[in-house]
């Protein structure tokens, strides 16, 4: 995520926000719409006090394929 050190209200922004916002954009445009997955059960809870806070299972995917 874009990130930076001033108050957003007063008209910071991260010099990198506009090209992580289309790497974010083509990445799930790829998870969405050019590959097929199985999502199988897992835990998706995640810790409220450690950094960065990841799901327990992570994330997974079977059978991945490219559409």
């Known amino acids: 995520m874009p990130q930076g050190g001033g108050d957003y209200m007063m008209g910071h922004r991260c010099a990198g926000e ?3 916002i289309e790497v974010m954009k083509v990445s799930l445009d790829y998870l969405a719409n050019r590959l ?11 810790s409220m006090v450690s950094m960065p806070s990841i799901p327990h299972s992570k994330v997974i995917l079977q059978n991945v394929k490219r559409l």
Do not use: E, I, N
């Not at 097929?36 to 809870?45: E, K, V």
């Open 36 to 46: 097929s997955y199985r999502f199988p059960a897992q835990d998706l809870s995640f």
């Open 18 to 20: 506009f090209v992580t």
